[in-house]
C-alpha cells in the first residue's frame, strides 16, 4: 500500500503520518520523488481500509494497494518513478538508472592472474567500460572445473582496480566471504545459481554496497523479482537486475535463450536498473554484439560483456569472450544504437 502526499506537502506533516503509521505496527519507508512524496507501508495491510488512512491528514493525495507480492520492487511502490542506483567508483560516482547513458561492464569470466586481470582492465577503460567484472569465487556445474583462485584473486581485482580506476563487479558465493568481497567490490553480484539462495539475499541486504542481481536459468520474472525483494527488505534499496539467459528447449546453438523481452515487461513492472548479458546469454562470442546492440535498442540500462586478451586459453567462459580488439570494435557499434536511441555517449564520472 502506498500513500501519496499532495505536492508542496509540509515535512512537518509528512513525518507526523509517517510517525502514525508506524504506530499502527507498519513499516512506512518515504519516497522522495521528483514532485511528490509517497510513503510506502509494508506489513498487514490487506485488510486496511484506506479511507481510513486518507483521513490521517488533508495533504494526503490518494491510498493505493500494491497488488503485487513484490512490494519494494514494484513500480507502483515509487509511484511510477524509475530509482536510481549510485555507485562510487575510485574515478567517481556512476548512476545506473532508465534517465541515464548506458554503463557498459567488461572484464573476463575469472581472474586469472595479475597481468592478464590487469591488462583487461586497462584495456576495456580504454574503450569506455565504467566497471570491469572478474570472479574471485566461480559456481561451476561440475565439481572439477575451475572454481576460481578465491582470495588471492581479490587482491589481483583490487591491484586492478587501483591502476585503472574501474569500479569492481564480482561474485559472491557464500554469506562467509561477504565482507571481504565487500572491501574490494563496488558492486556485488548474486550469481543465477544463487538467485534463490535466500539466507544469501538476506545477508547481501543487510549490507550497504550495491548488489547486481542475476537471473536465475529456470527463473520465472516474478521469481526474480521476488528474489529482489528479499535484498531491499533487509534494508538495501540499490539493486540492479541483470538478465542472462534462460534454459530453454534448445542448447544445440546457444548457450542459453537471451529473453530480451524482459526489459520492457521490468520497465512496466519495477523501479530498479536493468542489466543484459549477451555473453551468458549466447554463450558464443560472435553472437554478442548482435544481442548488445539488441539490448541497447529494447532500452536497457546497462550491458555485461565478457573480455579476454586470450579466450583461446582462458579457464572458463573461453568461448563467449571477446578479445580485447574486438571489444573495441563492438563499443563503436554500440555507440550508433546507443546515439539513435539517447543512451549516449558515454557518461562522464560524476565528481571528477
Known sequence: MIVVMKVGSP?????RVTEELAGWGLTPEKIIGQHKVVIGLVGETADLDPLQIQELSPWIEQVLRVEVPYKRASRQFRHGEAYEVVVNTPNGDVVFGEHHPLIVV???CSVENEQMIVETALRVKAAGAKFLRGGAYKPRTSPYAFQGHGESALELLAKAREVSGLGIITEVMDGGDLEKIAEVADVIQVGARNMQNFSLLKQVGAQSKPVLLKRGMAATIEDWLMAAEYILAAGNPNVILCERGIRTFDRQYTRNTLDLSV???LRKLT???IMIDPSHGVGWSEFVPSMAMAAIAAGT???MIEVHPNPAKALSDGPQSLTPDKFD???SELAVIGKAVG???QPAFVGV
Open 263 to 265: 526489459v520492457p515487461v
Open 301 to 303: 540500462d546497462s550491458l
Open 329 to 331: 570494435q563492438l563499443m
Open 11 to 15: 515535512s512537518a506533516e509528512i513525518d
Open 271 to 273: 523501479h530498479l536498473p
Open 343 to 345: 543512451r549516449w555517449p
Open 106 to 108: 567488461a572484464g573476463p
